[in-house]
């Protein structure tokens, strides 16, 4: 059963807010940002028709050369104010989303950015992150990480 | 991704006493008595536990008759708590190197 799980976040950046927005919809720029450290985006693999219904699409790799394809559609474009992006399940690492982006000029040359991702789960997932699952699953995230660390040093 | 899979292995993990059993294998393997010890309740009450933890692949069984040690199928938890933090750290992660290329583009 299809649920929505919500994910928030804010930033402040010591940018105008043109530079923020441009980050987000010019290729060479967001390829510069965009992912996990550890991954990096070629230029030449992102995708964007920054307007509402165009396609944005880009691949990452990792320093081992894991391919992480990525494709979304923009749904809202209001420069330089605010991005709708609906990220399809089946084109993602992910179960599907649909991320917001807010950005506000501060006035003083700094910007705050708000993301807001809907993102799709099931009421099992969504019951099991209320229900403070996180303390166990950290706990034996760092287990798997340090397991995960030491196979690699010994590689 | 098999989101059937991660639903049956996120219902599995909703029950605090299979989530502390998983706690428990992520220090070693262990028999059912043994993982039967902390909880008051009985060994068959626990072994069904396991079962659950079992078809939702987070516990494999080892093939010792008598004794069925547990063991931690770390893949699938990994990929199940991967899942609920891996979005949330993939934004993170991107709005920090943000942060640092807007940095360098006012500096430039």
Sequence with gaps: MAERREIAMTREYDAPREEVWAAWTEPARLATWWGKRGWHVDPATVEMDVRPGGRFALTSEDARGNRMPQSAVYREVVAPERLVIDEPAADNWHGGAVTTVTFTDLGDGRTRMEFRASIATTEEMAQTAAGGVADTLDRLGEHLTTTEHTEEQSA | MATDQLSTTYAALSDPTRRA?????????????QLAEPFPMSVQAVSKHIKVLERAGLVARGRDAQLRPSRLEAAALEEAAGWLDGYRRFW?????????????GCDG
């Design chain 2, 21 to 33: 059993i998983l706690a428990r294998l992520a220090d070693g393997d262990a028999t059912v008595n």
């Design chain 2, 92 to 104: 993170e992660d991107s709005f920090d190197r943000l942060g640092d290329h807007l940095a360098k």
